[in-house]
């Protein structure tokens, strides 16, 4: 081969190394690109996989701990204890009046704590004994039992079932798709004297496990790998080894390659699995390198045609071309070829455009799902309303009807529709302080309707913040912590102050929200500090930390980090937090 290039002559020799040299670039061009979108693919396909896989396995947990939490309060029951013990020896009394006090002090304030909790299905309690007086919806004779998933192993105490439909009333459209978990009751002397069933619907807490959209499955399975609930893919006959270690790993299910993950589920005696098709991803990886490849493979011979009275052009072309690939390489993802002409060095640039501009719109794409993302955090964050709360002030409101009629009933519920119109209503992601301001006058409306105390509203407020646009909901939470963490107002009539300056000179303005409780010491207030900027990790779902970090986050996103709150406190001399925002003179509607 060397001493027929030499033979040559310098046309044709300069042509050959030209053909060699692009060969192999367009080669490992291509190999390089090819790695790169399959480890790209892959990657982000992983993470969306362990994204839902841990998601799905948090709220399985949550709910197998709910479960067990409301199992232990009606286990803790001493009044239905020593009810079911009446039945199960047959001293059961035909008191109506005694039935009904029991129906209302006991089977009332359990049917209160099944309606709190909206992950809840039902709870029901079984007598061991049957045509008892029963008590809807908690309490049954052991003739509902029949036709239950579990009437077989009825003395199998502590057991999970999963994904069947309710029968105890045939007659009725009931749910499908149940699960629960079983407990028998026993007496003080250790008799059963009934079972307690506490049920879940798996389409709305585990939504996952009934919504493949045939490229991942998810579903409960036990320890031996036989289904219990969801989908899984059609022509799957047996599952592979699997650890459940919660790590994904590459498996072949048929002709299809998956990603798995699979893990034991705490206070649930089964497994979470989750299966990824990857057929999708490699038959787009695989046509991308086929056209990458002819493309190439296009560009290579168009270069080998060329003449060698063109030569020096065409490797003139090539050199413009490689410097723009290796401008993209190195991170100028605005680099772009410039086409002159209609040869092979001007083909070469174009199809290299084109593939460039494929890059950018993966990237772009990349970037618009990343913001998509942020933007669904804030509408959740927009939605959050605190349904005990709600609930409080709807038992107050009851009590007072049920008392006298002729009290403040209307004034109480126009407030309550004032709240939630303003909660629900998608007007905007900003509004007018004055909204924001009316929204916690109403607030503390009904707050004053659930305690025997006044919560007095002091506001010191400049005409011109009132036209100020805020985040809806962002000062409700610090006003509520105000009212619920303060303290003070748990033996007497307090006041929450809001009070609003500008300060012109960093064009912004502060609005503080100081409460009279009984403050906090130096280390408490660090703490909260670190858990509003995220440094501290959140200790409970009900402390205060949590509702400021998610007001602090929001400000900050929307706009920027030279804004949030602040917070100064001393012990026994309550607690100040401050709003700061960007003032602007003529707020623009957003």
């Known amino acids: 081969m060397i001493r027929w290039l030499k033979e040559q002559s310098l046309a044709k020799r300069l042509t050959f190394v030209n053909c060699l040299f692009v060969l192999a670039l367009t080669a490992l061009l291509w190999y390089t690109m090819f790695q790169s979108m399959q480890t790209t693919a892959m990657q982000t396909l992983l993470r969306e996989s362990e994204l839902r896989f841990s998601q799905s396995v948090i709220q399985t947990e949550r709910l197998a701990e709910m479960c067990n939490t409301n199992t232990q309060v009606f286990l803790n029951t001493p009044a239905l204890v020593a009810h079911l013990e009446e039945l199960a020896v047959g001293d059961q009394q035909e008191d109506a009046l005694k039935l009904m006090q029991f129906y209302r002090n006991v089977i009332g304030s359990l049917e209160k704590i099944v309606l709190s909790n909206l992950d809840l299905y039902q709870i029901r309690v079984y007598s061991v004994r049957e045509n008892i007086h029963e008590m809807m919806p908690i309490l049954y004779g052991a003739d509902r039992i029949t036709g239950t998933p579990w009437e077989s192993n009825a003395m199998q105490s502590g057991k999970w079932y999963f994904d069947f439909a309710d029968s105890l009333f045939m007659e009725r459209k009931q749910a499908d798709h149940l699960m629960c978990l079983v407990t028998n009751i026993v007496s003080t002397s250790g008799e059963r004297i ?82 990824t098709s990857l057929a999708d991803i490699d038959a787009a990886l695989y046509k991308q390198a086929l056209i990458l490849l002819f493309t190439l493979l296009t560009i290579f011979v168009l270069i080998s045609y060329a003449t060698s009275r063109m030569i020096r052009q065409v490797l003139k072309g090539v050199y413009v071309a490689f410097d723009g690939m290796r401008a993209f390489a190195s991170g100028d993802i605005d680099a772009r070829l410039i086409v002159t002409g209609h040869d092979e060095a001007a083909d070469f640039a174009r199809e290299v455009n084109g593939l460039m501009d494929s890059i950018r719109q993966l990237m772009q794409n990349n970037l618009e799902r990343e913001v998509q993302a942020q933007h669904m955090e804030l509408r959740a964050l927009h939605n959050q309303i605190n349904a005990h709360f709600i609930y409080n002030v709807l038992e107050a409101i009851k009590m007072m009807a049920e008392i006298d009629e002729k009290y403040d009933i209307a004034d109480a519920m126009t407030s309550l529709g004032k709240l939630l119109r303003y909660s629900m209503k998608w007007e ?6 004055s909204k924001e301001i009316d929204y916690i006058r109403n607030y503390l409306t009904l707050m ?52 609003g300056t500008i300060d012109h000179e960093h064009e912004c303005c502060k609005i503080a929200i100081s409460d009279e409780g009984q403050g906090m010491d130096l280390d408490q207030l660090e703490i909260l500090r670190k858990q509003i900027d995220g440094t501290e990790p959140k200790q409970s779902s009900s402390g205060n930390g949590i509702g400021l970090h998610n007001v602090h986050s929001r400000i900050q996103r929307t706009f920027g980090s030279a804004y949030g709150l602040t917070v100064e406190s001393l012990s026994q001399r309550g607690t100040t937090v401050t709003v700061i925002l960007p003032y602007r003179e003529k707020e623009e509607q957003t």
């Open 428 to 433: 905007s992601r900003n509004v007018h302080l």
């Open 194 to 275: 009934g079972v307690l069933e506490v049920l879940v619907r798996m389409d709305e807490a585990l939504p996952a496990l009934f919504s493949s959209d045939g490229r991942s499955w998810s579903m409960l399975i036990d320890h031996s790998g036989h289904v219990l609930a969801g989908e899984f893919p059609s022509g799957m006959t047996a599952l592979p080894e699997i650890a459940a270690d919660g790590v994904v790993e590459t498996v072949r299910i048929g002709p299809d390659r998956m990603l798995a993950v699979r893990q034991t589920l705490k206070g649930m005696d089964c497994d979470y699995l989750q299966l």
């Open 448 to 499: 004053n309707l659930r305690f025997d105390y006044v919560v007095k509203l002091n506001l010191e407020m400049p005409e011109e913040l009132y036209s100020q646009r805020i985040p809806k909901i962002s000062l409700q939470p610090i006003v509520e912590n105000a009212v619920v963490h303060g303290g003070a107002i748990l033996t007497a009539d307090t006041t929450i102050s809001i009070i």
